[in-house]
Every structure is written in C-alpha cells, then in structure tokens.
T-cell receptor, first 117, second 113 residues
Framework: EAQVTQNPRYLITVTGKKLTVTCSQN?????MSWYRQDPGLGLRQIYY???????DKGDVPEGYKVSRKEKRNFPLILESPSPNQTSLYFC????????????????FGPGTRLTVT | DQQVKQNSPSLSVQEGRISILNCDYT??????FLWYKKYPAEGPTFLIS?????DKNEDGRFTVFLNKSAKHLSLHIVPSQPGDSAVYFC????????????FGKGTRLHILP
C-alpha cells in the first residue's frame, strides 16, 4: 500500500528541547516536502527536497532543518523549538517532474500535532 | 502576498443539494490547479485537478470549472453527501516554471442532514 508515515503523531514538548519528526515514504518518490497547517493560514511549505542530498527552503523555513540522506526518509528537525512552532505538520511526497500527473500523485502523511510550551 | 485565495472559511449545504467552493488566484503563470480534501486527523488527499488548457473537468459527483480570464476556479459537488463534510484546499502550480504547489487557506464544508 502506497503511504507516507510520520512519527510521532502527537508531541508535547518544552521550549528549546530539540526534536525530530520522522517521515518515510514507500513509493520511491523523488520529491518530498514538509508543510505546516495553522488556523486561517492554510498549508504553508517549510522545506522541500527534489532528491537525495538536495534540499531547499520553502515559504516558512525559519527555525527548521531537514536532511535527505536516503530517498525514502525526510526528517524535520527543530533544533530549539519555540511556542510559535506549535502547529500541525504534514509530510508529503510525489514523483518529481513537470508533468501534471506527477502533481496529482502527491501523497500526504497523517500529520503530526506539535505543541511547544 | 497570497497567490491562491479561498475567501470563504466555511460553507454549509443541505444534503442532496449542490456545494460550490470558490477559489481565486493572482499569478497568471499558474497553469495547473488541484483540489484536495482533508478530514480531521488525516492528511489532505487529492480530489480533482484541471489544466489551464481546459475549462472544465468532471469526475463523478465532482466538477471543477476554470475561468482563466477571471483567474477563478470553482469546485462543484452534486449531490452533496454527509461524507463530503471536510476541509477543501484549492492549490495551483506553474508547471512551465517549476513544480511547486501553492495552497489556499481552505474552506470547511458542512453538509447538513
């Protein structure tokens, strides 16, 4: 079954304590990305990766890091979380390319609800 | 600058009637548009898409209309069913430039019994 998995699904942490949210996909997709969803703001892209060892900033990258050492995994790292990073996070993957069909094959993970106190 | 706008945060529709969700965009480079559906505690899932070379795309109860001159698209759901209650995200991409997808803020659709 094609899927994107994220862990943990829920996390409550304190300001400044480093954390990592893992993301893994089993579809051999080149393109992976992280989004955050906030009330009234919709889905905003944090970082994306077009392939292994290739990452780039999205629209709201401040306070986040990512790595892409393997094709299937794309962890999101918060080195020093702050309360304004309390949000719902989604990882997504799709084939890379400029074909319309590639865009419609984007799969999202189930989400990670993060609370930073 | 918000490039994809969904100006209605929520919409309530009677079961069996038509639901119309609207979306406006500002970037004339956008040439591909998508709608995603999201249930609580789940990630968004792809629903339907349309290329800028078309003005309509239909898939079962779902139809997307594109008006390029007005930079407006709409999603029609007929007939609306209880399972359609969800948040709907409009999204757009400029395939000729890159394959980045820009999302709107979403519209929460409530189907009333």
């Amino acid at each position: 079954e094609a899927q994107v998995t994220q862990n943990p699904r829920y996390l409550i942490t304190v300001t400044g304590k480093k954390l990592t949210v893992t993301c893994s996909q089993n579809m051999n997709h080149e393109y992976m990305s992280w989004y955050r969803q906030d009330p009234g703001l919709g889905l905003r892209q944090i970082y994306y990766s077009m392939n292994v060892e290739v990452t780039d900033k999205g629209d709201v990258p401040e306070g986040y890091k990512v790595s892409r050492k393997e094709k299937r995994n794309f962890p999101l790292i918060l080195e020093s979380p702050s309360p304004n990073q309390t949000s719902l996070y989604f990882c997504a993957s799709r084939p890379r390319g400029s074909l319309a069909g590639d865009l419609s094959e984007q799969y999202f993970g189930p989400g990670t609800r993060l609370t930073v106190t | 600058d918000q490039q994809v706008k969904q100006n209605s945060p929520s919409l309530s529709v009677q079961e069996g009637r038509i639901s119309i969700l609207n979306c406006d965009y500002t970037n004339s480079m956008f040439d591909y548009f998508l709608w995603y559906k999201k249930y609580p505690a789940e990630g968004p899932t792809f629903l339907i898409s349309i290329s800028s070379i078309k003005d309509k795309n239909e898939d079962g109860r779902f139809t997307v209309f594109l008006n390029k001159s007005a930079k407006h698209l709409s999603l029609h759901i007929v007939p609306s069913q209880p399972g359609d209650s969800a948040v709907y995200f409009c999204a757009a991409s400029a395939l000729a430039r890159d394959d980045k997808i820009i999302f709107g803020k979403g519209t929460r659709l409530h189907i009333l019994p």
